[in-house]
């Protein structure tokens, strides 16, 4: 990786609760800090910089993450996502702004909850965009965008 001009790569796969992708329960989480820490321990053996970092992008429940802070705080990269919205605003927002809150989180993905090479984008989340990104500028959590590249015809 290190020759493709990166300095680290970080490895996020899903929680439990994502269990449509698989998502990772606790004891297959924990297997992979630990390969992580393995493949890191033989990078820095080999003289190469390259690091590996250790992460899950999070499910954001109705009252809580799908991992508790103890595991979340073993990891390099916390991403806390929305997978499944509430039926309404209010909702939607106090559960992303909680975990916005959350020390162990990183940063927050899928806000609008478009799905992607979907055109025209289905409804977009109902979300108070404004609170949350009032909130976001006391204490700032990256967002992570959802994007969707276009096809262009070649014909």
Not at 26 to 52: C, H, M, S, T, W
Not at 120 to 125: E, I, K
Request: charged share 25%.
């Amino acid at each position: 990786m290190s020759g493709l001009g990166c300095d680290y790569w970080a490895i996020t796969d899903h929680s439990r609760a994502s269990f449509q992708a698989n998502g990772l329960d606790e004891a297959r989480l924990r297997k992979q800090i630990a390969e992580v820490a393995r493949v890191n321990q033989q990078l820095e053996a080999d003289g190469n910089p390259f690091r590996l970092l250790s992460g899950i992008e999070v499910d954001i429940l109705k009252t809580k993450l799908d991992f508790d802070d103890t595991l979340l705080a073993e990891l390099d990269v916390v991403v806390a996502s929305l997978h499944v919205a509430g039926s309404n605003e209010a909702d939607n927002t106090s559960r992303l702004i909680a975990a916005s809150e959350n020390p162990n989180v990183h940063m927050l993905g899928h806000l609008t909850g478009r799905l992607l090479l979907r055109q025209p984008a289905r409804r977009h989340r109902r979300l108070r965009r404004d609170r949350h990104l009032a909130r976001a500028q006391r204490q700032p959590v990256p967002f992570r965008p959802r994007l969707a590249p276009v096809a262009a015809r070649q014909d």
